[in-house]
């Protein structure tokens, strides 16, 4: 019985003890100012997909240009910046003249004549029924 009361004891004197808290020290890392820079481009000539962009960050200041040729053969040119002061500013430019192919012609079938046929005539015929006497 003493026993079953010591190990009573010790678990209440556990739990009423808790943990003890332990600080975690967090140091900050440095930080540098955001820099990079960003290229790409595609020239296919199987599809005719011709683009490219390029991009540099300089801490909070970007600037960057993309640029491709259109559906209409217009090469479009955006050259950007943005910054906290003034925001996102884009220039864009065209060059060249838009080549819109011709309408194909379409040929036409010369529609089929239908022809129309008068219903055949159905002779109409009636005869009584023929009376019968079964005994």
Request: no cysteine; glycine share 6%; charged share 15%.
């Amino acid at each position: 019985m003493v026993a079953k009361f010591a190990i009573i004891l010790s678990l209440a004197a556990a739990a009423y003890a808790g943990l003890v808290p332990v600080s975690k020290v967090v140091y900050a890392e440095p930080e540098a100012p955001a820099h990079y820079d960003f290229s790409y481009s595609v020239h296919d000539d199987h599809t005719g997909d011709l683009k490219q962009q390029q991009e540099s960050r300089e801490g909070d200041v970007v600037h960057g240009s993309y640029s491709l040729v259109q559906p209409d053969g217009v090469r479009r040119v955006v050259q950007y910046t943005s910054d906290k002061v003034n925001g996102f500013n884009a220039n864009v430019q065209y060059e060249g003249t838009p080549v819109y192919p011709a309408p194909a012609k379409v040929a036409y079938a010369a529609p089929v004549a239908k022809l129309a046929y008068a219903a055949p005539v159905a002779q109409v015929s009636y005869s009584s029924p023929a009376i019968t006497y079964h005994h």
